[in-house]
């Protein structure tokens, strides 16, 4: 692990490299960013007072062409009485004809001084007026300027339009006017909004909108009052000055059309701007983020070095005794997995003695008629099962029995460990239980709690070299949400397995490093390291945890703490059927070894079954190319060439249909770990088993003989 060294440990030349390798480039960041923005802003400013320009220019070459149509108008119908007009078909043609000239112009009307419209360039009932019109009203004074009006909807054509009128001279007054569609405007400034938000208004002489178009609708629009006020302070006089107005959603320019009153405006979104700006402040960022980084990191390498080679004689005699300590724990471990694959090789071959000799008496058994004869036999089959638990701690010991947690009696487990505990501490230790004497159950695997008692009583009879009493109780706990224990274990309730000494206890300082794996307090050569550790990962995997109580000079307690279970259900008394009823089925067994092989083929052919047996997997599959179609391959795991596996793999293979068994009394719990329980069984096989499982597998088997490949 490597030292953490502070600044203010460094050397000041180093200290200044380091804040400077920060600082330097934080602050021409600052300084960019701050460049960056107000560049952004003046660029934002140049092309919205260039959108300007080209919206002005087009909107007064608009509005002054759609004046010279109501000039001609007005010149035509000078001198002329307008009651002479009055809805003259003549004259209508003539405005049509007009009208018609222009693609953006709907509709050409004539009104007279009271509003009343006398002609149109469409058919206009003959009491339209238009007295109340703001087109119409804004000429009342006698006013000579072409009038502009708020866009609105056309009824006759249902398209927006807003009305460009004149007033007829002379002193019969009247007014001249046209609806322009403000698609005339649109269609440009569509061309000419080209980012995200981009925006172009034309205002009334009073504010009021008569065109708008916004790139991208889905963004806000200028404030209407904002644009409104500063539409009143519109410079009139030469086309470089503008309104320039921002703070809102948007950075306006504003510009008045001299010849109409309207004031005509295009902005750009302030938000397009901002990410604009932050994209070049991003791009400088990551370039002096990297010089940042770069510098800081050459800044660390040279104080890095400065303090290795300060350091470096320290560190070589730290690196050595790590080294000493890792070549005794290497060691350990080694010497822990060979105990362990010499113990799993013990344990596989007295599986093996085992099975042949149980496969003996279940032959004899059935046998059997008189009373001592059966009676001897009951006595060599629990002995035999005194071996099988013999060896199902063997292999618990050297982690190649399956841990499978079920509901387990605890009381019966822990009963059945007292004499191997009470020879494990010898004559100085004094063995007290306070064990219930009706069933306990919890979800436990049996195996592995034998030897998390055994190891954790090899631990206290270790920490009373002088002599002591060691306790093995058993009592319940309900764990609470909300707990120190709460935090490890899921709420409910527990069964707890303590084993408590009277020994020397531990520091708080031991206590906390207890589960470590190899962590020893034990002299060399005199302990592993690996009991407390696998004690607590074994209730681990179990859905439980282990607590130490612990004090110098006050004794160690160690509780096991296991998921309380309900008790299964007693199992039903069956009678066994005779062999006519269980036998019948053709059987191919596999086995290496000869005497095991010869005592499962009796028992077999006892339950009634054709038996053929091979030594090996080859011989199987040879019987099988040959045509033999038995109804079910028994095999062992553990042979030499072709393993039990390798031969389910292959039979599968060539027969897809046919059922296997694995007889195992060594195996890797992770190899088996896929195989469906119904298919595996250890060694050495209960009374009865071998045959209730056979009659289970066949039942669930198709009818027939397998079908060939």
């Known amino acids: 692990m490597k030292r953490v060294v502070s600044i203010m440990q460094l050397p000041l030349p180093l200290r200044v490299l380091l804040l400077a390798a920060v600082a330097i480039p934080l602050l021409i960041f600052a300084g960019l960013a701050g460049f960056e923005q107000v560049q952004a802003r003046h660029r934002a400013e140049a092309r919205t ?7 002005h220019e087009h909107a007064a070459q608009a509005l002054r062409s759609h004046d010279l149509v109501l000039r001609r108008l007005a010149e035509d119908l000078s001198g002329i009485p307008l009651d002479l007009i009055d809805f003259s078909v003549g004259f209508e043609r003539y405005l049509q004809d007009m009208a018609e000239g222009f693609g953006d112009i709907v509709a050409l009307h004539v009104s007279d001084a009271t509003g009343r419209v006398l002609a149109g360039s469409r058919q206009t009932p003959h009491d339209l007026g238009v007295a109340g019109r703001d087109f119409f009203q804004a000429h009342a004074d006698g006013g000579g300027t072409p009038f502009v009006s708020p866009a609105f909807r056309d009824p006759a054509s249902g398209a927006e339009v807003f009305a460009v009128s004149r007033r007829l001279s002379g002193e019969a007054g009247g007014i001249v006017h046209m609806l322009v569609r403000t698609d005339a405007l649109l269609g440009f400034w569509d061309r000419l909004a080209t980012e995200p938000g981009d925006v172009a208004v034309m205002l009334s002489r009073d504010g009021g909108p008569v065109a708008h178009h916004i790139r991208d609708a889905g963004r806000p629009p200028p404030d209407p ?34 010849e109409a009153g309207v004031v005509v405006g295009f902005g750009v979104d302030t938000d397009t701007v901002r990410a604009g700006w932050l994209e070049a402040v991003g791009l400088y960022g990551a370039v002096l983020g990297a010089a940042m980084a770069a510098l800081t990191l050459l800044a660390a390498a040279v104080a890095t070095r400065q303090q290795a080679l300060a350091g470096t004689l320290a560190r070589l005699r730290a690196e050595e005794a790590r080294r000493q300590e890792a070549e005794e724990t290497l060691g350990r471990a080694q010497k822990l997995e060979a105990v362990g694959q010499l113990t799993s090789g013990v344990a ?22 008189d009373p001592a004869q059966i009676r001897s036999l009951e006595g060599a089959r629990r002995a035999l099962n005194r071996g099988a638990d013999l060896t199902r701690q063997m292999l618990a010991f050297a982690r190649r029995q399956k841990l499978v947690p079920q509901p387990t009696d605890v009381t019966a487990v822990a009963l059945g460990v007292v004499g191997l505990m009470r020879g494990t501490l010898g004559g100085l230790h004094r063995l007290d239980t306070r064990i219930p004497i009706q069933p306990v159950w919890a979800m436990a695997d049996s195996a592995q709690v034998e030897a998390m008692l055994v190891n954790l009583a090899i631990n206290g009879r270790d920490a009373m070299p002088e002599g002591g009493a060691l306790t093995l109780a058993i009592a319940h706990r309900q764990v609470e949400a909300g707990t120190a224990l709460g935090e490890e274990l899921a709420p409910g309730r527990y069964v707890v397995l303590s084993v408590g000494d009277t020994g020397t206890g531990m520091t708080d300082a031991v206590k906390a490093k207890a589960l470590e794996p190899f962590f020893t307090t034990k002299g060399p050569g005199k302990g592993t390291g690996l009991g407390l550790s696998m004690v607590y990962g074994s209730a681990r995997e179990m859905g439980g945890t282990i607590t130490i109580d612990s004090a110098p000079g006050a004794g160690t307690t160690v509780s096991i703490y296991l998921r309380e279970a309900e008790a299964p259900p007693a199992p ?12 019948g089925a053709s059987i ?22 054709t038996v053929v047996a091979a030594e090996g997997g080859p011989q ?15 095999t062992d795991y553990a042979m030499p060439g072709m393993t039990g596996m390798a031969l389910r793999e292959a039979v599968k293979a060539r027969h897809p249909g046919l059922p296997t068994l694995l007889l195992t009394g060594y195996a890797d719990p992770d190899v088996l770990a896929d195989l469906p329980e119904g ?6 096989l209960a009374e009865g088993a071998l045959e209730a499982r056979i009659a289970e597998i066949l039942s669930r088997a198709p009818q027939g003989p397998p079908a060939a490949s």
Request: proline share 4%.
């Open 679 to 684: 298919e595996v069984m250890r060694k050495p």
């Open 588 to 609: 191919i067994l596999v086995d290496d070894d000869a005497m095991v092989r010869e005592a499962l083929n009796a028992e077999l052919i006892a339950m009634g079954h």
């Open 620 to 634: 199987a599959l040879a019987l099988l190319d040959q045509g033999f179609r038995p109804d079910l391959v028994v």
């Open 348 to 369: 596989h071959d007295f599986n093996n003695l085992l099975t042949a000799a149980a496969s003996s008496i279940a032959l004899a058994a059935r046998r059997a008629t």
């Open 225 to 258: 009052k904002a644009l409104a006020a500063a539409a009143q302070a519109a410079p009139v006089t030469a086309p470089a000055q503008a309104a320039l107005i921002g703070g809102g959603s948007h950075l306006m320019a504003l510009r008045r059309v001299a």
């Open 49 to 55: 007072l260039q959108g300007l320009s080209l919206a």
């Open 572 to 583: 039903a008394a069956e009678a066994r059927p005779a062999a006519a009823e269980r036998g």
